[in-house]
Each structure stands twice: as structure tokens, then as C-alpha cells.
């Protein structure tokens, strides 16, 4: 079974601190993402990733910056937080292209961020 | 640009009964169309996907969807409802890179 571990389930972190949310899926996926989830608003996509060291901004990457090191790793972090980023993050995985019928959006089980 | 639209924010149906969750989509070209399950404090977890060929696909937990490309509908579908099936449900879009676009989700909840 695929899986997409997401390394802190809860956090909560003071106006200002530097955070970092840990992703690592052991798929040998080209692609992952990371999303925010808010109620009413569905899943927004903050940043994507397809290969080791390439990002592109998703919808709502202001305040937020991303790290991939390695293939099977993707960071996502919060230079200063604030309270507005209160929310839960989603870590996912795919293969690269959708033309494979075989190809899935695979998610983490979420990571809830608390800013106080 | 490629949009989802769930129309239905909340649906409530008594265990037993039939479902049916609306969803819509605009984009360009062939769509890749999924529906995901949350339960609650959990991930996203795949019912089922939709990349061609038979328009009337089958996914797990009993449910099954129907893409229809003249209305742009991607429905989600379940002849009985079971009370473990109350949750919140995505539709969601694939672009051809692997970036998705998801609706805004529709909560079920199921009446003993």
C-alpha cells in the first residue's frame, strides 16, 4: 500500500516561529503537493512539486515556502506564522503525468497547525 | 482554467436510502475525475476515478459515478446508505501534470 506519512499530526506554535511540516511517501512519486484545508473552502493548493529541487507556487503560496531535498521528501514551511495559517495541511503524492489510467492522488492523513 | 463545483454543501439521508452527490466541472480538454472520502481528523481516501473509456465507473464502499461529457457532471452515487458512510466528499479535477482542482466538498450525514 502506498503510503504518505505526514510526521506531526498536531502542533501548535506561537505568532512568528518558523515552521516546518515533514512529508515523506515511499511510492517513488514524481509529484507532491501540499494543500490547505479550511472549512467551506475545500483543498487549496499551496505548492507542488515534480522532481527533487523544482516547485511551483500553487493558488495561495504567500507566507509560505517549500524544501525538496530528496525524491521521497517534501517540506513545507512557514517562514514567521501567523494566525491566519491556522489550519490543516495535507501532504500528497502521484506518479507525474494523468494520461496513465493507473495514476492516483495518494494523501497523508493531515497535519493540524494551531497558531497562538 | 479548470473549476469544480459541488453544489450541495450538506445532504442528509436516512441509512437505507439511496445517495446521490452532484458535481460539475469546467475544463478544457479530456477530464481525469476522482471522488474522495474524509472522515473526520483524516486524509483524503480515494472512492474512484474516472480516465476514460466506460462512462459508469465502480469504486469501493459500494459506490459508483457516471461521467457525462454534455452536462459536464461527474455525479457520485450509492443505492444504500450505511451510517458508516457519513463523512465529507470531494470531487476533484486532474490537469494532465498531476495539479488538481478540488470542489469545495459536500458533507453527508446519515439519519438512523
Known amino acids: 500500500d502506498v503510503k504518505v506519512t505526514q510526521s506531526s499530526r498536531y502542533l501548535v506554535k506561537r505568532t512568528g516561529e518558523k515552521v516546518f511540516l515533514e512529508c515523506v511517501q515511499d511510492?517513488?512519486?514524481?509529484?507532491m503537493f501540499w494543500y490547505r484545508q479550511d472549512p467551506g473552502l475545500g483543498l487549496r493548493l499551496i505548492y507542488f512539486?515534480?522532481?527533487?529541487?523544482?516547485?511551483e507556487k500553487g493558488d495561495i503560496p504567500e507566507g509560505y515556502s517549500v524544501s525538496r531535498e530528496k525524491k521521497e521528501r517534501f517540506s513545507l514551511i512557514l517562514e514567521s506564522a501567523s494566525t491566519n495559517q491556522t489550519s490543516m495541511y495535507l501532504c500528497?503524492?502521484?506518479?507525474?503525468?494523468?494520461?496513465?489510467?493507473?495514476?492516483?492522488?495518494?494523501f497523508g492523513e493531515g497535519s493540524w497547525l494551531t497558531v497562538v | 482554467a479548470q473549476s469544480v463545483t459541488q453544489p450541495d454543501i450538506h445532504i442528509t439521508v436516512s441509512e437505507g436510502a439511496s445517495l446521490e452527490l452532484r458535481c460539475n466541472y469546467s475544463y478544457g480538454a479530456t477530464p481525469y475525475l476522482f471522488w474522495y472520502v474524509q472522515s473526520p481528523g483524516q486524509g483524503l481516501q480515494l472512492l474512484l476515478k474516472?480516465?476514460?473509456?466506460?462512462?459508469l465507473v465502480q469504486g469501493i464502499k459500494g459506490f459508483e459515478a457516471e461521467f457525462k461529457r454534455s452536462q459536464s457532471s461527474f455525479n457520485l452515487r450509492k443505492p444504500s446508505v450505511h451510517w458508516s458512510d457519513a463523512a465529507e466528499y470531494f470531487c476533484?479535477?486532474?490537469?494532465?501534470?498531476?495539479?488538481?482542482?478540488f470542489g469545495d466538498g459536500t458533507t453527508l450525514t446519515v439519519k438512523p
Open positions: 511510492m517513488d512519486h514524481e509529484n
Open positions: 476533484a479535477v486532474a490537469h494532465w501534470d498531476g495539479k488538481s482542482t
Open positions: 474516472y480516465f476514460s473509456g466506460d462512462t
Open positions: 500528497a503524492s502521484s506518479f507525474r503525468y494523468f494520461r496513465d489510467a493507473g495514476n492516483t492522488i495518494y
Open positions: 512539486s515534480y522532481d527533487v529541487k523544482m516547485k
